[in-house]
């Protein structure tokens, strides 16, 4: 496969974005099981998480060292692979929108700006900023999770092992 270096920098990529978001899954775990609403927000993200590390796993073993893969193996990433083609497509849709329109991006800033304690020390250049980043950042995110799961379908198909 011509794009396998391609390939494998989104994967670590990305695992190195899981292994942050498995941290914050453990932590929002508690909190979720009072609320179950909020179950539906962590299963998301297991799904996105074990996705990632599935498809680091079978790039290290299956594509690498030409080790077979379990059948189970290739259906987690499979089912896992549509959880993040749906996350990846709404992060970039939403991100699209709060780029594509500056006044609703200063809106949502000023009404985070409202409701911070009066002794914050945040200026509005630094919520700015730290908005700025994070909306680039989950868009860079969102495509890179819409991108990665079919090239894996691809690899998938290509080692069938």
């Known amino acids: ?10 994967t670590y990529l990305l695992l190195f974005v899981a292994a942050f978001m498995s941290v914050g899954v453990f932590t929002t775990l508690l909190a979720a099981l009072a609320n179950p609403v909020g179950l539906l ?8 998480i074990i996705y990632t590390y599935c ?17 189970f193996m290739k259906d987690l990433i499979k089912v896992n692979a549509y959880v993040s083609v749906a ?16 006044e609703l991006f ?5 009404q985070t700006r409202a409701a911070q304690p009066p002794g914050t020390d945040w200026t509005n250049t630094d919520i700015l900023n730290g908005a700025k ?3 680039g950042f989950l868009f860079i995110y969102g ?7 079919f ?10 092992q």
């Open 1 to 10: 496969m011509k794009n396998l270096g391609i390939y494998r920098v989104i």
């Open 143 to 149: 495509i890179l999770l819409l991108i990665h799961p």
């Open 106 to 110: 200063k809106n949502v800033l000023e």
């Open 87 to 102: 996350v990846g497509a709404l992060l970039f849709i939403v991100m699209s929108f709060v780029l594509a329109s500056p």
């Open 151 to 160: 090239m894996t379908f691809r690899l998938l198909k290509q080692y069938p």
């Open 41 to 48: 927000q962590v299963f998301v993200l297991i799904c996105v």
């Open 55 to 71: 498809s680091w796993r079978f790039l290290v073993r299956g594509v690498d060292k030409g080790i077979p893969s379990k059948p």
């Open 133 to 135: 980043f994070a909306v």
